[in-house]
């Protein structure tokens, strides 16, 4: 059979000359493979020699990183915030452990590791995906060190080493202030797939000024090369680079004045916040109760935390941002500007009766007993509802508004902190937006006296201090630069207008007794406050309430007390700082006027302010790290038992009125 | 012939080619020299001797006449069939397949040889075939049948690579004796309908090759990381190479097999691109002389084997570079005279005598 299908005569020498054919084919296909191989050889050795050269070094080098020493945060004048000291530590590589029990087993006893230690690195090696290291301990003594050291070979998987620790010379004064920082979460590096977020001893910053001037605290890691065998092995050590610092932080605070604010705050749950009114710079910041930032580096433990977290001082929030409260009757100098700045007579009187009829509700003054006809200087200094109830109405919501806005209320400020929240002024369309109900003319009366829907963060309060103060469009900074210069932009408010309610707040404060606030008088020769306070109601007072005469929230327990605010400035005439304090539960404004007389003190004579704290302190239980170590004492001993607040006597009017 | 002190036998000899070779595992040598971290033990020492002891065999296998060769063929071919049963019977196990026939003396791996016993075979078969039937199916089925029974048997060790290298000397004598053009093209067609098939037949090794052949970086650290190692070997050598001694990827031993299948990567690694390219033409040298060899030959036996051989050093050469480059899957072929190891330079060297062989048989009838 023929596969072709026909015949066809073949003869030796046709298959002698098919077979030259062919060997010709077979011998160029050889060729053309050869030239394939040397290009593809040529291919790799030259197009992409880079790619192969790097992969190759990456085989040989192997790079341990040492991590950078974090930026410096310093105050106005370069006193340390936040600094970085040596400290010895030891960690567990979970790749390397061969028998995890027997190994913590060992470390627990020279490391005197407690139930809460173990558990917690058990918990820690559980999630651990292998290559991230475990903190077993921080800050180790350097004897313990050395014997964790010597054996390491017997305890493999072990890695101790030396390195820096953030630490926070003010503690919990500057808790909030500054954040904190801690080991870099396992999703960072699954993301970015930076060596040095798993490198043992390396933080980030994980809230506040630490967490968002990440880059520019954090410096660039060193690195310590050697060049091992595929399996491993060291074969020498090649070139280390040194890691660099990461850059200072200079900040506006000053740090004398914030641990003040913050130890004078004492056991309230609170927040005072100091600014600069000619610069904007913010001096002091702080919301107290606060967490030591130093507790979070080294991972804190599960106690400490929840005890934290059951604190009803809330000591994990950052008030000065985070907390929204009304804002009382600190909006009634902003009132009073807005009334000016719509053409009111400032002498025109209003007779406050103790009570203003608005449709079928009736609203009650302060003092019941009312304060007859009154001006706006005398309705600001004696804090009179009726008035600012009466020519709010006139003013209408709609122009009290964009006032309270040009303020710094309800505003977002670009500042370097973590869960920042805006208040709210209301007005007329967002009522409607939000509530599809019309605006009324008693939600015009609430607004008026900072009651209803108006909210703020204390930060904002201190910014409305400032403004009101300088009369001028302060933006609050936190971050020193000498290029900021003072700031200018105005309110488009007169002189004689804010002269006007400047000498109004004076006399709050500096009256002899007329005033609401004049247990805040400084106790400086030749430097005035001025001020108003204000207070928030927490709870309603019913008729009910009312008819048994509980006006006075003082007297209730502390978590229905009204919140007590005051925001003031000194010099009263030529005004140099504002400030603004805010007490949760603190019942009305005085004693957060006594608050604010004390930290202005310390601006203008810090000693007599350090007697006036040493006093309160004794009462208090010492000072700050003294109090929280107690707590925590006593939180160990009793997981139920929540510290119980202690607050400062409030002075009211003998009949139990308070004013607002 | 002219008369000189050199002994006419030793005249006649190739030396043309003699040196090329001696060259090519001179060159391995002193790669094997610097693979061992500079020693000439344990592989460079021993990989001379065994080319000095294959190269005198060699020698002694170019006196053989033409006659001779072709009276071996049939036997050769059935004992390294019978043999291939014996390993599959009775074999022992070693590297998870089996391939090696213990004889406490030396162990012997007949499908080593049998891809010269192969072409022997095939070969001989044409040249008894009359040549009016070269068109016929008888032309056909008893060569397939001569290739298929050892492919099947070695691939069933399983040893991929080799069974591979069978079918492909084979087919080339096939190819090269007349066997109609188009049968080719439907067995080609034919070959890649099965690649679906043979894929799910084969080992789980074999097919993981594969997968990583096509997509090395898949498993990095496992079996891709050959591949890797040995293409980051090849590239980083650069033009000329990192220098004699001074490759980090063979001493530090990121390149596995770096003496052995891979040390064409360890001497790309030294030598660069330069290297490369020598080995490759030096190659090429001695298959243009094989071939040469083929085309003079006088019978249709001597210009059917000695093509075969040459090509079978070919496909040696051509598996090996192309897999360390990553062009075909990691098969195990070693890179004849320069790979340390005897069989596959035993194999190539008695490809060489026998060469000879015809060469000198052509010169002695003419």
């Known amino acids: 059979m023929n596969l072709l299908g026909r015949s066809r005569i073949i003869t030796e020498q046709a298959l002698a000359y098919s077979f030259t054919r062919r060997a010709m084919v077979l011998g160029a296909g050889q060729f053309g493979i050869g030239a394939l191989l040397a290009g593809r050889m040529a291919w790799l050795a030259i197009a992409q020699k880079d790619k192969y050269d790097k992969l190759a070094e990456s085989n040989r080098v192997q790079s341990q990183l040492i991590p950078p020493r974090r930026g410096w945060i310093v105050d106005r004048n370069g006193l340390p915030i936040a600094i970085n000291r040596t400290n010895f530590r030891v960690d567990l590589i979970p790749d390397r452990l061969q028998d995890p029990d027997q190994v913590i087993d060992e470390l627990r006893a020279i490391l005197n590791l407690d139930r809460d230690d173990v558990q917690r690195i058990k918990d820690a090696l559980d999630r651990s995906p292998g290559y991230q290291p475990v903190p077993v301990a921080e800050d180790v003594p350097y004897e313990k060190f050395a014997a964790i050291s010597v054996r390491q070979l017997d305890l493999p998987g072990v890695a101790p080493s030396s390195g820096y620790a953030r630490a926070y010379p003010a503690g919990a004064a500057v808790g909030h202030l500054v954040g904190y920082v801690g080991p870099a979460a396992i999703e960072d590096y699954q993301r970015t797939h930076d060596p040095l977020l798993i490198t043992p001893g390396f933080k980030i910053g994980k809230e506040g000024i630490e967490k968002v001037m990440e880059p520019w605290l954090r410096g660039r890691p060193g690195a310590k090369r050697t060049e091992v065998t595929a399996h491993g092995k060291l074969v020498a050590d090649l070139t280390t680079r040194p890691e660099e610092m990461g850059h200072t932080l200079k900040l506006t605070i000053d740090a004398p004045l914030q641990e003040y604010a913050a130890r004078r705050l004492g056991t309230n749950s609170g927040s005072a916040v100091v600014i600069d009114t000619v610069h904007g710079n913010i001096l002091a910041m702080v919301s107290m109760p606060a967490y030591d930032p130093a507790s979070f580096a080294d991972g804190i433990s599960k106690a400490e935390y929840a005890m934290l977290s059951a604190d009803d001082h809330t000591p994990l929030q950052n008030k000065v941002v985070q907390a929204l409260y009304p804002p009382g009757s600190t909006v009634k100098p902003m009132v009073a500007l807005a009334l000016l700045q719509a053409g009111f007579d400032p002498q025109e009187r209003v007779n406050c009766s103790g009570v203003l009829r608005v449709g079928n509700g009736l609203f009650h003054c302060w003092r019941h007993s009312g304060h007859g006809p009154i001006d706006m200087h005398r309705a600001i200094q004696q804090s009179c509802d009726v008035y600012f109830w009466t020519m709010g109405r006139r003013l209408g919501i709609d122009r009290l508004a964009p006032m309270a806005r040009a303020m710094g209320l309800a505003q977002h400020y670009p500042l370097p902190l973590t869960g920042q929240r805006s208040g709210l002024v209301p007005d007329s369309a967002w009522k409607l937006a939000r509530y599809k109900h019309p605006w009324t003319q008693a939600d015009t009366v609430n607004a008026s006296i900072g009651q209803g829907y108006f909210l703020i963060k204390p930060l904002e309060l201190a910014v409305m201090a400032s403004r009101i103060a300088s009369g001028k469009a302060l933006e609050p900074r936190l971050i020193a630069n000498r290029r900021y210069g003072p700031q200018g932009g105005g309110l488009g408010l007169t002189d004689e207008q804010l002269a006007l309610v400047h000498a109004a707040m004076r006399d709050v404060i500096n009256s002899g007794g007329a005033g609401t606030a004049g247990s805040a008088r400084l106790q400086v020769p030749g430097v005035e406050m001025a001020g108003k306070t204000g207070s928030a109601q927490v709870r309603r007072i019913t008729m009910a309430d009312r008819a048994a005469g509980r006006t006075n929230t003082m007297l209730q327990p502390w978590k229905y007390r009204d919140h007590g605010h005051f925001i003031g400035f000194a010099p009263a005439l030529e005004p140099r700082y504002a400030i603004a304090v805010s007490l949760e539960h603190g019942a009305h404004g005085a004693a957060a006027a006594q608050v604010a007389r004390d930290i202005m003190t310390f601006l203008y004579a810090p000693d007599r302010a350090q007697t006036t704290l040493a006093a309160l302190e004794q009462g208090w239980g010492g000072d700050i790290r003294t109090r929280m170590a107690a707590q925590a004492e006593r939180w160990n001993a009793d997981h139920d038992s929540s510290p119980t607040p202690q607050q400062e006597a409030p002075e009211a009017d003998s009949n139990g009125e308070v004013p607002d | ?366």
């Open chain 2, 1 to 366: 012939m002219s008369r000189g002190i050199v002994p006419t036998t030793l005249a006649r000899l190739p030396w043309g080619m003699l040196l090329l070779i001696t060259g090519i595992c001179g060159f391995g040598l002193v790669v094997l020299y610097s693979a061992a971290n500079g020693n000439v033990r344990p592989w460079a020492f021993s990989q001379a001797w065994h080319f000095l002891l294959f190269l005198g065999g060699a020698i002694w296998l170019s006196r053989f006449r033409e006659e001779q060769i072709k009276a071996i063929a049939w036997p050769l071919y059935f004992g390294l069939v019978i043999l291939l049963v014996g390993v599959e019977a009775l074999g022992a196990v070693g590297g998870g397949s089996r391939r090696w026939l213990d004889i406490k003396v030396i162990r012997l791996q007949p499908s080593e040889f049998m891809k010269i016993g192969i072409v022997l075979a095939l070969a001989r078969f044409y040249d008894l075939l009359p040549v009016g039937e070269i068109r016929a199916w008888s032309a056909v089925w008893p060569a397939a049948m001569l290739i298929g029974v050892p492919f099947a048997l070695v691939m069933v060790q399983p040893d991929l690579g080799t069974a591979l290298m069978i079918a492909f000397g084979g087919m080339v004598v096939m190819f090269l004796a007349g066997i109609p053009k188009r049968l080719f093209a439907v067995g080609i067609a034919a070959v890649a309908a099965l690649v679906p098939v043979a894929l799910r037949m084969m080992h789980d090794y074999q097919r993981k090759r594969i997968e990583i052949f096509l997509n090395p970086e898949s498993d990095p650290q496992g079996a891709g990381y050959h591949i890797i190692q040995s293409k980051i070997a090849i590239g980083s050598g650069g033009l000329t190479g990192k220098g004699f001694l001074a490759g980090t990827q063979s001493h530090l031993d990121y390149l596995p097999e770096g003496h052995t299948d891979f040390v064409f990567a360890t001497m790309a690694e030294e030598w660069g691109l330069v290297g490369g390219i020598g080995i490759i033409f030096a190659y090429l040298l001695v298959i243009w002389w094989g071939m040469g060899v083929a085309s003079r030959a006088r019978t249709r036996f001597g210009r059917l084997t000695a093509a075969g051989l040459t090509t079978t050093i070919f496909f040696y050469v051509a598996i090996n570079l192309a897999m360390v480059m990553g062009l075909a899957p990691v098969v195990g072929i070693p890179l004849p005279l320069v790979s340390f190891g005897g069989s596959a330079m035993l194999t190539v060297l008695i490809c060489l005598g026998l060469l000879m062989a015809i060469d000198r048989g052509r010169e002695r009838r003419g």
